[in-house]
């Protein structure tokens, strides 16, 4: 399946800003499909093809996931430490949409694994502007691994 039909998954515990990202990605035409989660446990089951999405076929890995640090049950720094030890999710494109500011937040992720951090805009133009950037680089522009797409 190409990247272009592949799924979105937004993890994304605050209803506001996965409205917001949701409008930004429409604005911006990105087509895929997007897959909401709402906290770092449903993200995995998501990811895993288990519990409540025991039915979907794991091998169905997204073409890129958006994640946010802060999250319920399971926080997102563990979320993306535990895509990267599963060879199945270890090269799926993570760009991290939190509202921190904090430079360890910003670390951990790169440690952890994330391939972008991106601070999410207080301002709507500028959040869907920052949406179009990240939908064309690593929707459109980026070369995923071999086998990857």
């Not at 926080?75 to 430490?81: A, H, I, M, P, S």
């Amino acid at each position: 399946m190409s990247i272009a039909h592949r799924a979105i998954l937004l993890v994304e515990d605050n209803q506001d800003d996965e409205e917001l990202t949701l409008r930004a990605l429409s604005r911006n035409n990105i087509t895929n499909q997007v897959q909401v989660v709402r906290d770092g446990q449903e993200a995995l089951d998501w990811l895993e093809a288990t519990g409540p999405h025991a039915d979907r076929d794991p091998d169905d890995v997204p073409a890129l996931i958006l994640l946010d640090l802060k999250l319920p049950k399971i926080d997102g720094l563990e979320v993306l430490r535990r895509l990267r030890a599963n060879p199945r999710t270890a090269l799926v494109p993570v760009v991290i949409l939190t509202s921190s500011k904090e430079d360890r937040d910003r670390a951990s992720g790169y440690q952890s694994g994330a391939n972008s951090y991106v601070q999410k805009p207080v301002d709507f133009t500028q959040f869907v502007d920052a949406v179009r950037q990240l939908g064309m680089y690593w929707l459109m522009l980026n070369e995923p691994p071999p086998g990857a797409s």
